[in-house]
């Protein structure tokens, strides 16, 4: 079985600050994990993905996740927030099976708030 | 690429009335698309995993009749909500995975819809 945690359901930084958000994940198997960005009313777009090759990611808009095994984490991060980063922040995890047993499990979500 | 189109956006309806929604992929073909549930303020639930020519597989507690899930190309599947009550208001979204691409992971992806949010009277 398969789950995420993403530790804070709400995160606030000002604009420029370094941005955390923090996924760990439970797997039987290597997982595949993922990181996936929601703006109101909108479907999911994918930031990042980790499928067991390099475990620093780099993604789009500036964000990076690292994967770190001993610590079943997956942590996303960039540098510097920007306003538009605000958004709802999604970690999943999946089996590195593909086709149709590609199902995401996703975690309960963290919402980015920016302050000026 | 990898566009995947949702319809209707918003849709509100009558309690009792049957209300289809669609998800195309606009640029690829999709052997799998995915239906998730969203409730305000939490996570998707992945409702039912359907591939393309057959039937699909639900997630345990959704109801295969209250759900019907069609996937008839592999472009397009559509979730018909039958008999909708004010219970089923929600936001519901689609995604696709598409076939035939190669590379590490390539098939865990899935892009998704705009969502559609339903709201029953």
């Known amino acids: 079985a398969q789950s995420v945690t993403q530790l804070g359901s709400h995160v606030s930084v000002s604009e420029g600050a370094l941005v955390l958000l923090r996924c760990n994940y439970s797997?039987?198997?290597?997982?595949?994990l993922f990181w996936y960005v929601q703006y109101p009313n909108q479907g999911l777009q994918l930031l990042l993905k980790?499928?067991?090759?390099?475990?620093l990611v780099k993604g789009i808009n500036g964000f990076e996740a690292e994967f770190k095994k001993s610590e079943t984490s997956f942590h996303l991060t960039k540098p510097s927030a920007h306003m538009s980063d605000a958004a709802e922040y999604f970690c999943?995890?999946?089996?590195?099976?593909?086709?149709?047993?590609?199902?995401?499990?996703f975690g309960t979500g963290t919402l980015l708030a920016v302050q000026p | 690429g990898a566009v995947v189109s949702q319809h209707p956006s918003r849709v509100i309806c009558k309690s009792g009335t049957s209300v289809k929604i669609e998800c195309r992929s606009l640029d690829f073909q999709a052997t799998t698309m995915f239906w998730y549930r969203q409730f305000p303020k939490q996570s998707l639930m992945l409702m039912a995993t359907s591939n393309e020519g057959s039937k699909a597989t639900y997630e345990q507690g959704v109801e295969k009749d209250k759900f019907l899930i069609n996937h008839a190309s592999l472009t397009l599947s559509t979730l018909t909500v039958t008999s909708a009550h004010p219970e089923d208001s929600s936001f519901y979204i689609c995604?696709?995975?598409?076939?035939?691409?190669?590379?590490?992971?390539?098939?865990?992806?899935?892009?998704f819809g705009a969502g559609t949010r339903l709201s029953v009277l």
């Open positions: 797997s039987s198997v290597p997982p595949y």
């Open positions: 980790y499928t067991s090759a390099a475990t």
């Open positions: 999943a995890v999946s089996a590195p099976y593909g086709g149709a047993t590609n199902k995401l499990i």
């Open positions: 995604s696709a995975s598409p076939v035939g691409t190669s590379g590490r992971g390539a098939k865990n992806i899935q892009y």
